[in-house]
C-alpha cells in the first residue's frame, strides 16, 4: 500500500514535471524559435486546425444543442411553478455561455482529438518515428507538438462560441415551439440578460482547457512505452487526466471570476 | 592517412544497474562500411543509438567526424545529425506522409532549397532506389523492402557523408536483401559514404564489410576485416558464424538459477 502511494506520487510528481517542461519547450519553439530561424510549419497548423476544429464541428453542434434543449426544458419545470417561464431565455443563454459550452466542448475536444492526438504520437513513439525526426535533427516538439498546441488553442474556443449559438438555438427551439414563447420576447430577454462578460469570461476559460488538453495529450503520446498496450494505455490517461484537469481548472476559473465579480 | 569518421573512445552503458555496453572502444574511418555484428540483446543497437546521440553514454566519449557528441548542445548535436543519415529496423518512415514527402522532409527543414529543387532531389533519390513510381504512396500502401528503400532514401536526402544501418535486412525475403545489401555497396564506393550497419545476418557480412566487430554482452569480442573474421578461432565468433546452440554463447545460462528459485 505504502508502495502503491509512493509509486503514484512520483509518477504524479514526474508528469507534472514533464507537462511543464513540455509547455516550456512548446513556448520556446512558438516564440523563440523564429528568431533562430527554425519556423513552424503553417500548412501544419492548419492541417491539425482542420482536423481539431472543421472536424469537431458537427458533434459540438449536437451535443450543444441537446444541451440547450435539456436545459430549458429542465428549467422551464422549475420556473413554470413561478410564473417566470420567460427567464427560461436568459437560463439557457447565461448558463451555457459562462458554464456549459466552455466546459462541455472542451470535454468533447479532449475525448475526440485529445485521445487522437495521444493515439497518432504514442504510434510514433513506439515505431521509432520520434527516433527517426530527432536523428534527422528535427525537434519532434517543434514538428509535432506545436502544430497541435496551436490548433487547439485558436479552435476550441471558435468551437465554443459554436457551442453557445447552437445551445441559444437549442434554447429558442423548446422556448418558442413548447413553452409558446414569441420568438422576438425570447430572443430580447436572451440578449438583456447575457452580457458580454458572460461570452467572454467562457471563452477565456476555453483558452485554458485548449492548453490543458494539448498538452496532456502530447506529453502521454511522446512518452508512450511498450507497444500497442502503451498506445492504449497513453490514449486512456491522456483523456481521463483531461477531463480531471478541465473540471479542476473550471472549478479554479469560476471561483477566480466570481470572487473578481467578472 | 584516412580521416576518422566515427570514433568511440571507452563507451560504457547502463540501464537499472544493468551494463549493456562495457568499455567499447574504435575507430571508423572514412569510406569504410563498418558492421557491427552479434546476437539479440548484445547490445548492438544501443551502441548504434548511442553513436548517433540518442543516448547519452554513462561513461566514454563518442566522436562523429571529430566532434564529441557527448559533451556538445542540443543545436550543435543538431549540427552533427545533418552530416549523417540513418536507417531504422522498421523504416520508421512518416506514416502520415506519402513516399515523396517522407523524402523530401530533411530537404524541406534544413535547406532552402526551392521546391522545384527538392521535387527533382526527391526523383532522383527515389530513382536511385528504384521508386520512383511509388512516390505518391503511403508507407502502409507499399511493402516492407520497399520501405526500407524509401528509408534508405530519407537517410541519404542530404548527401550525409556517414549512413547509419540498423538490421537493414531484417525481416526481408534474400532477394530483397541482396538488393539493399547492394545499395548500401554502392552507396559507399560510388559516393564514399562512411556506412556503419548493425546486422547479425552473417551473409551481409562477409558481403559488405570492409571490417566487422563482434558484440558480446556489450564488449568487443573481435575486429577485423571479413577474411580475419572467418578465420578467427575465437570461441565466441566461430559460434556466431555457425549459428551453434552449444558454446560460449549461452542464452540459457543466465536463467539456471530459477531452478533454485523454485526450490527444485
Known amino acids: ?262 | 592517412m584516412k580521416k576518422e569518421m566515427v570514433s568511440l573512445v571507452g563507451v560504457s552503458k547502463s540501464f537499472d544497474g544493468r551494463k549493456i555496453i562495457n568499455n567499447v572502444s574504435f575507430d571508423i574511418v572514412q569510406g569504410e562500411t563498418f558492421v557491427i555484428m552479434g546476437c539479440s540483446g548484445s547490445g548492438k543497437s544501443t551502441l548504434l543509438r548511442l553513436m548517433t546521440g540518442i543516448l547519452k553514454p554513462d561513461e566514454g566519449r563518442v566522436f562523429i567526424k571529430g566532434k564529441d557528441i557527448t559533451t556538445v548542445g542540443p543545436e550543435e548535436l543538431d549540427e552533427v545529425r545533418k552530416s549523417f543519415g540513418m536507417l531504422f529496423q522498421y523504416s520508421a518512415l512518416l506514416d502520415s506522409l506519402t513516399v515523396n514527402e517522407n523524402v523530401a522532409l530533411p530537404l524541406k527543414e534544413h535547406t532552402k532549397l526551392d521546391e522545384n529543387i527538392v521535387r527533382i532531389i526527391v526523383k532522383m533519390k527515389l530513382s536511385l532506389m528504384g521508386l520512383r513510381e511509388f512516390q505518391n504512396h503511403y508507407p502502409a500502401q507499399i511493402s516492407g523492402g520497399m520501405r526500407k528503400r524509401v528509408g534508405l532514401a530519407r537517410a541519404i536526402a542530404l548527401d550525409p557523408d556517414i549512413v547509419f544501418y540498423d538490421e537493414p535486412t531484417s525481416g526481408l525475403d534474400p532477394v530483397v536483401g541482396g538488393v539493399i545489401n547492394r545499395l548500401i555497396m554502392d552507396l559507399s564506393k560510388k559516393l564514399f559514404i562512411t556506412s556503419v550497419v548493425v546486422t547479425h545476418d552473417m551473409s551481409s557480412v562477409f558481403r559488405i564489410a570492409d571490417r566487422a566487430a563482434m558484440i558480446h554482452k556489450g564488449s568487443v569480442v573481435e575486429i577485423g576485416t571479413p577474411q580475419q573474421i572467418k578465420t578467427s578461432d575465437n570461441p565466441y565468433l566461430r559460434q556466431f558464424i555457425n549459428g551453434s546452440p552449444n558454446g560460449p554463447i549461452d542464452f540459457f545460462r543466465e536463467d539456471l538459477g530459477i531452478f533454485e528459485e523454485l526450490s527444485l
Open chain 1, 1 to 262: 500500500m505504502v508502495f502503491y502511494i509512493k509509486r503514484t506520487i512520483r509518477e504524479f510528481s514526474q508528469g507534472i514535471k514533464g507537462i511543464i517542461g513540455l509547455f516550456l519547450n512548446i513556448l520556446y519553439w512558438i516564440f523563440l524559435g523564429p528568431l533562430k530561424k527554425r519556423f513552424i510549419r503553417a500548412e501544419s497548423v492548419f492541417y491539425q486546425m482542420r482536423f481539431a476544429g472543421l472536424r469537431s464541428i458537427v458533434l459540438v453542434f449536437f451535443v450543444a444543442i441537446f444541451t440547450g434543449i435539456v436545459l430549458a426544458m429542465q428549467s422551464a419545470y422549475q420556473l413554470e411553478k413561478m410564473g417566470a417561464v420567460i427567464y427560461v431565455a436568459s437560463l439557457v443563454a447565461v448558463s451555457l455561455c459562462r458554464e456549459l459550452s466552455p466546459v462541455l466542448t472542451a470535454l468533447v475536444v479532449a475525448g475526440r482529438v485529445g485521445s487522437s492526438i495521444a493515439a497518432q504520437l504514442g504510434t510514433m513513439k513506439v515505431t521509432e518515428q520520434i527516433e527517426a525526426l530527432e536523428t534527422m535533427a528535427i525537434n519532434p516538439v517543434r514538428f509535432l507538438a506545436v502544430p497541435r498546441f496551436l490548433a487547439l488553442f485558436f479552435m476550441l474556443p471558435c468551437l465554443t462560441i459554436l457551442s453557445d449559438l447552437s445551445g441559444i438555438l437549442g434554447g429558442f427551439l423548446v422556448g418558442t415551439r413548447s413553452l409558446r414563447i414569441n420568438p422576438y420576447l425570447y430572443m430580447q430577454t436572451t440578449f438583456k440578460y447575457l452580457q458580454l462578460k458572460d461570452i467572454y469570461t467562457g471563452v477565456a476559460k476555453s483558452f485554458v482547457f485548449a492548453i490543458i488538453i494539448a498538452l496532456v495529450a502530447c506529453y502521454e503520446g511522446l512518452n508512450t512505452t511498450r507497444g500497442a498496450e502503451g498506445v492504449g494505455r497513453a490514449t486512456t490517461r491522456s483523456v481521463v487526466i483531461s477531463f480531471i484537469l478541465i473540471l479542476f481548472a473550471d472549478c479554479f476559473l469560476t471561483a477566480i471570476f466570481y470572487f473578481s465579480k467578472i
